[in-house]
């Protein structure tokens, strides 16, 4: 995603918005990086490792 | 003693002949080439390691796109000065923590950047995690960047100078202002500064005539590190070019910046917007970005838009757009009373809209062409009025 342009940096936080809401998982600034959030499986990775169900 | 390296050279070529063509979209929409020389890249590269003080222990960041003219001071002045030029990968630049990371483990002594992405840093960055004691410079050119926001990234990386730096493509860069402690509550837009001390400005009215001291007019400039001309646009140069005896019989060339500025008492110049964002809406003359500054004062207003959008009777009439500052509320009742209290009927934006993000250009500015296409396109509404 990241790679690919689809993702500017404001739509990036409108993705950790989201995600909270939906997830009920909190995202601090610090996890918003390339590591969890390269692609959707790195996400969905990510938020299992944050206990989400 | 080792010989001198013999160094094949073409025998044709001189500094004033074309280094680069930078293409800028300029404020109408239709892009230019700006042809500069490399003498022009290099008085250029000089005055900005001299200005800083660049020297071969700087690590600087570079994200600037090709394109755009902040990248000639990451390539060109960090060469001459024999620094590090650190070239930041797209995706840092839209991941803030990733990028914050990258210049703690890269230990980045320059940050050059627009104010957009500074912002970023300093808004997702998770910047108290970090070690950014390396920074010494954060530097920030393109557009304004707003004052409460400065002021809070200074106090983010308190062991950083920063400074303003402006100038249009054609010119590079010709003002700097290196910013002193910034009170809390002063959210005044704050200036670009002094020119280089090998530039000359004039700050001139409709006429070409000096303006009164203190009053604002159109930016002129002499300077070594101003474009030959626009590709191919010999009708743009007749333009943008102002030839002027400056002494005796012999004449220099001045480039017309466009931008309005005016000469504070310190002796500081202040930015007032593009010349050509006057436009005239039903007869009335209206500064689009005396309204954006209007539109951009009020206390819970992030970033401001004002555009012309054509009639269909071919006159033009304004609109607004703008981003609410986190933490904040703002109606449109409350933003209309703001402007009537400092605007004439007529130049109050109509429709106005708040936006949860401007649409931006390439190189992080507002895309004001983008909104008033959005609205051109957008059905027609009932005027309400």
């Known amino acids: ?53 | 003693m080792q010989a001198h390296p013999i160094v094949a050279h073409d025998p044709d070529l001189v500094e004033m002949d074309l280094a680069y063509v930078l293409y800028t979209s300029g404020s109408t929409g239709t892009p230019k080439g700006v042809m500069h020389s490399h003498r022009s890249a290099l008085a250029f590269a000089r005055v900005a390691a001299d200005t800083y003080g660049f020297t071969g222990d700087d690590r600087m960041s570079n994200h600037a796109p090709l394109h755009f003219d902040l990248s000639t001071m990451d390539y060109f002045s960090s060469a001459l000065a024999g620094a590090t030029t650190v070239i930041i990968p797209d995706a840092h630049t839209r991941l803030p923590a990733s990028y914050a990371t990258l210049i703690e483990t890269e230990r980045l002594t320059v940050l050059y950047a627009v104010p957009l992405a500074l912002t970023h840093l300093l808004l997702h960055g998770a910047l108290e995690k970090r070690d950014l004691s390396s920074v010494r410079w954060v530097l920030f050119g393109g557009e304004p960047f707003p004052t409460h926001h400065l002021r809070a990234l200074m106090a983010a990386l308190p062991g950083a100078r920063f400074s303003n730096v402006y100038g249009p493509t054609e010119v590079n860069g010709v003002t700097s202002w290196i910013v002193p402690p910034l009170a809390a509550g002063e959210d005044a837009p704050i200036p670009i500064g002094q020119p280089y001390a090998n530039v000359e400005t004039r700050i001139v009215d409709a006429a070409d005539q000096a303006v009164a001291d203190g009053e604002p007019g159109e930016l002129l400039v002499r300077t070594p590190t101003m474009m030959r001309g626009y590709w191919g646009r010999p009708d743009l140069d007749a333009r943008a070019l102002w030839s002027r005896p400056v002494f005796g019989h012999l004449s220099d060339t001045y480039h017309r910046t466009g931008d309005l500025v005016r000469r504070r008492a310190d002796g500081m110049l202040e930015f007032h917007g593009r010349k050509d964002r006057q436009v005239k809406a039903r007869g009335y003359r209206i500064e689009l970005d005396e309204v954006e500054v209007v539109m951009g004062a009020h206390a819970s207003v992030e970033s401001a838009a004002a555009f012309a959008v054509p009639d269909e009777d071919g006159s033009v009439h304004v609109e607004g757009a703008v981003t609410v500052r986190a933490g904040h509320t703002l109606t449109l009742a409350a933003l209309r009373e703001h402007l009537a209290a400092a605007l004439p009927r007529y130049a109050i934006p109509e429709p106005l809209e708040l936006l949860d993000a401007m649409p931006r250009t390439s190189t992080g500015k507002i895309d004001r062409r983008a909104l008033a296409r959005r609205r051109e396109t957008a059905p027609r509404h009932k005027d309400s009025t």
Do not use: C
């Not at chain 1, 689809?6 to 909270?20: A, G, P, R, T």
């Not at chain 1, 590591?35 to 206990?51: D, M, N, P």
């Open chain 1, 1 to 53: 995603m990241l790679g690919s342009g689809l993702l500017d940096s404001l739509s990036v936080m409108s993705l950790v918005h989201y995600i909270e809401q939906e997830t009920n998982v909190a995202v601090p600034a610090e996890d918003v990086t390339i590591e969890h959030f390269v692609s959707l499986a790195a996400i969905e990775a990510y938020l299992a490792r944050r206990g989400a169900r």
